[in-house]
């Protein structure tokens, strides 16, 4: 039997995969509750989907600290109060330190605008441009001591037009973004995942 999984979203700005979540969660599309909203961006859109979701939040203000390792000592310290199965990064713009991957591993996940291993970092979808790829979408991957290179969970295409623009792009990908976090997250929390090494094998569901 497959228990409620604890979930935890990291986000840093408006938050529409969170709010992806919040209502995958309210239609029972997966066996897991989102206890918890942390944003390092008191300022973040987010916080007022948590407000409205009436889910617990914490800010931790990345500038009120000296330094990384202090931000992410108050930050690991805040993730394991709240018991969490699952931690999703959701448009969390800081690069997740080792000791918080250890601590978690196999139980982070983030998504990323691109086919990794291509366009890996910031403005992914400015790359796949500049570029001039004809396809590129979205990844869901484990979260590793390597900045987006996680085994892979899933990931989805996406067309880009011949007059495409960083924000029409942007935005094509976000709505596949919309539908393959709270997937990936049904996954896990099913308890479907198996990681071998870099491959990751999706089980069948059991009926």
């Known amino acids: 039997m497959v228990t409620i999984k604890r979930i935890i979203v990291l986000g840093s ?11 995958a969660e309210r239609k029972n599309l997966f066996p897991g509750r989102i206890i918890t909203f942390i944003t390092d961006n008191p300022n973040a859109h987010a916080i007022e989907r948590a407000r409205k979701g ?12 000296h330094n990384k390792n202090q931000y992410e000592e ?9 018991a969490p199965d699952l931690i999703v990064l959701a448009g969390y713009m800081r690069i997740v330190g080792e000791k918080i991957v250890k601590q978690f591993k196999n139980h ?9 291993p291509s366009f890996p970092g910031l403005n992914a979808q400015l790359q796949a ?14 979260v590793t001591e390597e900045m987006d290179a996680g085994p892979i969970i899933l990931q989805k295409e996406v067309y880009v037009d011949e007059n495409e ?3 029409s792009l942007a935005e094509k990908i976000l709505a596949f973004e919309h539908k393959c976090l709270p997937y990936a997250v049904k996954l896990f ?19």
């Open 13 to 23: 700005g408006r938050g529409s995969n969170f709010q992806a979540l919040i209502d």
């Open 54 to 65: 009436e889910i617990p939040f914490f800010i931790i203000d990345f500038s009120l600290f």
């Open 74 to 82: 108050k930050l690991l310290e805040t993730m394991l109060s709240c």
């Open 108 to 116: 982070l996940i983030n998504i990323h605008p691109a086919l990794l």
């Open 129 to 142: 441009i500049e570029y001039g790829v004809r396809i590129t979408g979205c990844t869901i991957h484990f």
């Open 165 to 167: 623009n960083v924000e």
């Open 189 to 207: 929390c099913e308890d479907r995942l198996i990681i071998n090494d870099r491959h990751v094998k999706i089980l069948p569901r059991v009926s």
